[in-house]
């Protein structure tokens, strides 16, 4: 029984030393470390602790992947990291007196880039499109302008000109809009979303034919 515990004290305190002995590649949290070790270098799932703590994935020496870094004046961050920074969506916790301030959204090599990853996103397209451009314009404050045209050519045969491509219902999912205008010009029919709140995803049917957008930052936009 004696030489039994005496043999597991021995393997936890190898283990230990194990982890002490890999390499941590941020300086910030460099002095003591526990966890998944490869080629003497952090990887896998691990805690390095020094002026600031990370608790989380490890690759090369690095935070990579998920995990939590905590600073020392007790700010936090949780989310995704890529070669010690981070890199991907996440939460940041600024630590307050009173309650948590948390700032959600998405980083870029190590800057915040906004709540969305992207300004628009197109969702859906049917196949009857030929073209769906989604484009930030200059005018009136936070509106939608979708400009449709039919690129079909005259009829051969009577030479009539193609049907018009009216929007024929559409519904908003997420955000909202206080006026609507419609107009056709040419060729071409327009309708006119003023007012709008974001973000802001659309679906737009042209009687079989539709597409769904999504509007994640303010300003002007053209479809």
């Known amino acids: ?4 515990l005496s043999f597991s004290f021995l393997f936890i305190f190898s283990c230990s030393v194990f982890s002490q002995d890999c390499e941590v590649a941020i300086a910030s949290i460099q002095g003591k470390y ?37 600073y020392k004046n007790g700010d936090f961050f949780v989310g995704n990291f890529k070669k010690g920074v981070k890199e991907g969506e996440g939460e940041f916790h600024f630590k307050k007196t009173e309650a948590d301030s948390i700032v959600k959204g ?91 709140k974001f973000p802001f995803e659309i679906l737009v049917n042209y009687g079989d034919e539709n597409f769904q957008v999504l509007i994640s930052k303010e300003g002007v936009w053209n479809i």
């Open 1 to 4: 029984m004696k030489l039994l």
């Open 34 to 70: 526990t966890g998944g070790c490869k080629n003497k270098k952090a990887d896998g799932v691990g805690k390095a602790e020094g002026v600031d703590m990370y608790d989380g994935s490890f690759k090369s020496g690095y935070p990579y992947g998920q995990g939590v870094y905590t």
């Open 106 to 196: 998405f980083w870029k090599n190590d800057v915040y880039v906004g709540a969305y990853l992207r300004p628009f996103e197109i969702i859906a397209k049917s196949s009857g499109f030929n073209r769906l451009d989604v484009k930030p314009d200059v005018g009136l404050a936070n509106t939608l302008t979708i400009v449709s045209e039919n690129t079909i050519r005259n009829n051969s045969i009577s030479n009539a000109a193609p049907p018009l491509p009216v929007v024929t219902y559409f519904n908003v999912s997420q955000g909202s809009y206080e006026r609507e205008e419609r107009s056709t010009k040419d060729k071409t029919t327009i309708l006119v979303l003023t007012g709008l």
